[in-house]
């Protein structure tokens, strides 16, 4: 969706609140697609910050389904996102270093990109099912959270390797 700023960005001392709808289905990133399964709309602040420049301020609530870290059952995730951006007119020259002229086309303002580059870096680092959740047996895959397998776990120190080889080397027979 775009949010056309030319007023803001041309009125001196000029607020503004919006309440949008992001088009957005889902949240696709190089750690697969998360759908979205909630949100609210996006509240925006914009006020003008002096000739062609303005602040974006935002806020929305969204629910992604993810999967968890450890057994891969379904988990949705709720994200709070809030986010102030500063961004001004095409024709206003640009420091190298912001990066906020992005989500700008024109005089319009992206929200769905705004939105989707804030998901990423507000998504959680580990998504579990819950806090104690056991995974999956390594060896035949089973859920471990159901009960156990009868797999063999024992996992010998590799360390200790190099000693096990000379003693069945040494074995009679």
Do not use: W
Not at 88 to 112: C, H, K, T, W
Request: aromatic share 4%; with cysteine; hydrophobic share 35%.
């Amino acid at each position: 969706m775009l949010i056309n700023l030319t007023d803001v960005l041309t009125s001196e001392g000029k607020v503004k609140e919006i309440q949008a709808e992001t088009e957005l289905t889902q949240i696709s990133s190089r750690m697969g697609d998360f759908p979205i399964t909630e949100k609210t709309p996006v509240s925006l602040t914009l006020k003008n910050l002096g000739m062609n420049k303005a602040s974006v301020e935002g806020r929305m609530d969204l629910t992604l389904g993810m999967k968890c870290d450890r057994c891969l059952k379904a988990v949705p995730e709720k994200i709070s996102l809030h986010f102030e951006r500063q961004v001004a007119a095409p024709d206003e020259p640009v420091e190298e270093e912001e990066d906020s002229q992005v989500f700008m086309e024109g005089y319009r303002l992206n929200i769905d990109s705004l939105i989707k580059n804030e998901c990423f870096m507000n998504l959680p680092t580990k998504v579990l099912c819950k806090p104690d959740c056991k995974g999956i047996c390594m060896k035949c895959g089973k859920d471990l959270n159901t009960g156990g397998c009868g797999c063999d776990t024992f996992v010998p120190d590799p360390r200790m390797a190099r000693i096990k080889d000379i003693f069945e080397s040494k074995r009679e027979v």
